[in-house]
């Protein structure tokens, strides 16, 4: 079974046992990427300027959530499945073998395709699925 972060739920990923916990956890998440994101930083040979925080939106954890378990259906067809018709910008991260998202995270910022996606300020907007290992991170602009 696929999770999607956020409104799904996290329970097991981190432990969550419970609603309130499973809330905290989505928290952490964004809080961990948003951090990042406050932050001015070198993705590869670029050098980024910190980026606005992310807001988690449910639709697009479910469209990623999607991707996750079926990595061959397109990201498109994966957003328009949740429901999301109108976007300016689209962008997903994926990574497969990690078993936490801050391996995952730390993956994505090691790349420096995914950084400067993850650093990008036009995006505002994110959701976050998993499946087994692979982590798909996707992030919009309205």
């Known amino acids: 079974m ?9 329970l097991g990923l981190l432990g969550a046992c419970d609603l309130r916990s499973e809330r905290s956890a989505e928290q952490h998440l ?3 990427v948003n951090r990042v994101r406050a932050q001015a930083r070198s993705c590869g040979s670029a050098t980024m300027d910190k980026a606005g925080p992310l807001r988690m939106d449910p639709r697009l954890a479910q469209a990623a959530a999607l991707r996750a378990a079926e990595p061959q259906r397109t990201v498109t067809a994966a957003v ?11 962008s997903e991260s994926q990574v497969r073998g990690s078993k936490t998202f801050d391996t995952a995270l730390d993956a994505w910022l090691a790349d420096q395709a995914h950084c400067l996606n993850l650093m990008n ?7 976050v699925g998993r499946h087994h290992d692979r982590w798909v991170l996707l992030m919009m602009a309205p």
């Open 2 to 10: 696929f999770r999607a972060l956020y409104p799904l739920g996290l």
């Open 30 to 32: 964004f809080d961990r």
């Open 80 to 90: 328009r499945e949740s429901g999301l018709e109108k976007f300016d910008a689209l």
């Open 121 to 127: 300020d036009r995006f505002v907007r994110a959701g």
